[in-house]
């Protein structure tokens, strides 16, 4: 799934647009606010987010099959990219195949093994969700992604 955003000039001359028909209707609003406006319906903030968003560099992307390492509720491993898909610009639902079920819980004398998980990670591969002690629930070490390569036969 690809949402699509606009130019940032198209998003200026939507919210020029909105000013203009809400003065038409009575309503005055300032330009600052039509911006902001305009970038809540496009799922950002406000404005300067929005902006800082369009002028970024191209987002990571992910590939079914892709390896990648990290931590899962601050437990290692290692996994391939069984499902993907883009929830907002630069955040994805990542479903992981563990290549090792990796133990959920610390406690000592129970264990919860997960070989399969989803989580949306953001552009520099964490989540937003935290743990008890603050950290990402998933981590994905951008560096160690490795894309499948197939062979020919």
Not at 110 to 118: G, Q
Request: proline share 4%.
């Amino acid at each position: 799934m690809r949402l699509e955003q606009p130019s940032i000039q198209q998003a200026k001359n939507q919210a020029k647009q909105l000013r203009s028909q809400m003065a038409a209707k009575g309503t005055q609003i300032s330009h600052a606010k039509s911006l902001e406006l305009i970038s809540n319906q496009h799922g950002f903030r406000d404005w300067n987010t929005m902006i800082a968003e369009m002028s970024r560099e191209p987002s990571q992307t992910w590939s079914i099959g892709d390896k990648v390492h990290g931590s899962y509720l601050s437990q290692p491993f290692s996994a391939r990219v069984a499902n993907v898909t883009e929830v907002k610009p630069g955040w994805f639902k990542l479903e992981l195949h563990f290549d090792d079920s990796v133990d959920v819980v610390t406690f000592d004398s129970f264990s919860n093994l997960r070989s399969r998980i989803c989580g949306v990670v953001g552009p520099k591969g964490y989540s937003a969700e935290r743990t008890g002690n603050g950290q990402a629930q998933l981590q994905i070490d951008l560096a160690s992604k490795e894309a499948i390569v197939s062979q020919p036969t």
